[in-house]
């Protein structure tokens, strides 16, 4: 019951049922007390997610009881089994996992808002540079005028779930919760509604993206991963050397021809000072690397990254000529853009503090049940 409940609180908020009832006003039509306390749910979503694709493991990442008996063809394109970034299903999209243009970086961070994140973002600011931010819906409510800065400042908003756990853990309904909360609380925040994810640990199989496909997310992963999160982490042996090596294989695969057809992507974090710090002392090689460092979006040529579709980013040949937004920021706004080292910083469509803390409420409330379930 605890599933349909979830399924039902998130999908009144902002989509009409598929099944009866599906408006406002043929809910109020019904004088059946049973009738109106009868869940419902949003078929489209509900039919598209696989049947036949089992939850894995538990949501802090221990598959030791799944893995013996998952078959090694790799049924479900789990990309924690096996790295599979191409569906099994004919319905969904292949994952993002670098860039089409020669020697281009797709440049993001996981784990954002990050409250203590000014020094950075004024360094990717001094460098004319933008990134896409792959932010947790939860650390979007603790820190609503931080995740204000990023599309302030010209960024790429991705959504990266609500609490950052493995995805394929979850229920459906509980995975939807995660993707669909963060949304919300991103469009609430900042006042745009993202189209693309990353799942935490790039734990994905084809039962979470169908999800993430519903809800009109496309699925980012990578290629290189810097393991910075690691430094400091409980458990960890992860060193700061490590990590300092991994990037240095990421610019010696650069300079020996690698990316000469396509680009990549590489996984860093807004995580801690020390993972921000990091991508300061190392964006100069990058720079010198690559030919054009880039968000995302950008590199993919996704000029309209939101659902609202007054914001538009520029595309490859516009940012990398040097316009580097394209934008009306969010609803309502005057259009606006701006040359290297300007941005575009409105505040339109975004909503007050109090109801950003009256949302949190609720939605945390929802989110410890799923994570209590």
């Not at 190392?282 to 914001?311: C, D, H, R």
Request: charged letters at 10%; a negative charge; glycine letters at 8%.
């Amino acid at each position: 019951m605890f599933s349909s409940l979830l399924m039902g609180l998130a999908f009144a908020g902002s989509f009409a049922s598929a099944q009866s009832p599906t408006s406002e006003a043929s809910e109020a039509a019904i004088l059946d007390p049973t009738a109106e306390c009868t869940y419902y749910e949003y078929a489209p979503i509900k039919a598209s997610i696989p049947t036949n694709i089992p939850v894995k493991g538990t949501m802090a990442g221990n598959f030791a009881n799944f893995t013996p008996t998952y078959s090694p063809s790799d049924p479900d394109c789990w990309w924690t089994y096996d790295k599979c970034d191409t569906p099994k299903l004919a319905s969904l999209k292949p994952d993002v996992t670098g860039t089409p243009e020669p020697l281009s970086l797709g440049y993001g961070f996981d784990d954002g808002p990050n409250c203590s994140h000014n020094a950075f973002y004024d360094y990717l600011s001094q460098q004319n540079q933008k990134a896409t931010m792959f932010y947790i819906g939860s650390n979007v409510m603790d820190w609503p005028l931080q995740a204000q800065r990023a599309i302030a400042d010209g960024h790429e908003i991705c959504v990266h779930t609500w609490s950052h756990h493995y995805m394929t853990a979850f229920e459906s309904s509980a995975a939807f919760a995660e993707l669909w909360y963060t949304m919300q609380a991103i469009k609430l925040v900042v006042g745009v509604t993202p189209k693309c994810w990353r799942p935490p640990f790039g734990d994905v199989d084809d039962r979470i993206r169908a999800i993430a496909t519903a809800l009109n997310l496309t699925t980012i992963v990578w290629q290189y991963d810097s393991n910075d999160w690691q430094v400091g982490a409980p458990g960890s042996t992860v060193t700061s050397q490590q990590v300092d090596q991994n990037y240095q294989n990421l610019i010696t695969s650069a300079g020996n021809g690698t990316f000469n057809t396509a680009g990549t992507i590489m996984l860093t974090h807004e995580l801690t000072n020390y993972t921000m710090q990091e991508a300061i002392n190392w964006y100069p090689k990058l720079k010198a690397a690559f030919k054009s460092i880039v968000p995302v979006g950008v590199g993919m040529n996704w000029t309209q990254p939101y659902v609202e579709t007054n914001y538009s980013l520029p595309a490859f040949s516009q940012y990398t000529a040097g316009q580097l937004t394209v934008s009306a920021t969010a609803t309502g706004a005057s259009a606006s853009s701006s040359s290297p080292g300007g941005s575009s910083k409105s505040s339109a469509g975004r909503t007050s503090i109090a109801s950003i803390v009256a949302f949190g409420a609720a939605a945390a409330g929802v989110m410890v049940g799923v994570l209590s379930v």
